[in-house]
């Protein structure tokens, strides 16, 4: 399918690159059809992508892999949460965050509380509170920073 968007004018979607989130973002439970736009530019996965609704085109997020950021970012979820998305393994389990971006760019953060989680297998996801006790705005300019200027990217 062909879709118009705010960001990326028209992209085409295929039904196999289509994530339904069951009960939409947080405070927007409506939207519940999403796909992944990644930065064409990037040689490797990782970075910012962009959650963009299927619903709503004018409608994407920033999103990264948190553990790109925090190592060891190990949310821990009830299991009952997660049935609706299929049976679960760390094998097909593939776990986003949103990123803020402010006006001031070194207060940019991650939201760690409450992660978007994905079966790769079944393209079925949710964002989910977490029970851990993180933060829902942890600062990540200096992170980003430091690991642009170690691979040489000033």
């Known amino acids: 399918m062909e879709i118009e968007t ?6 085409m979607v295929g039904d196999d690159k289509v994530i339904t989130l069951t009960s939409g973002l947080i405070g927007f439970p409506e939207m519940k059809r999403f796909t992944l ?6 040689e490797e996965n990782g970075g910012v992508m962009w959650l963009q609704s299927l619903d709503e085109p ?32 760390p ?25 978007i989680i994905i079966n790769t297998d079944t393209l079925k996801g949710d964002q989910i ?9 942890f600062p990540v300019y200096d992170i980003l920073k430091a690991a642009k200027e170690k691979k040489g990217e000033n």
Not at 6 to 11: A, I, P, Q, S, T
């Open 6 to 11: 705010r960001l990326f004018g028209k992209v």
């Open 58 to 89: 004018v409608f994407a997020l920033p999103v990264v892999v948190p553990n790109d950021i925090v190592p060891d970012y190990n949310p821990t979820v009830n299991d009952e949460l997660l049935i609706p998305l299929g049976e679960m393994s």
């Open 91 to 115: 094998e097909n389990t593939y776990v986003l965050v949103t990123v803020k971006v402010p006006e001031k760019i070194e207060d940019m953060s991650i939201n760690l509380k409450a992660p």
């Open 37 to 42: 736009i990644f930065d064409s530019d990037k």
């Open 129 to 137: 509170i977490v029970e851990d006790d993180v933060d829902v705005r």
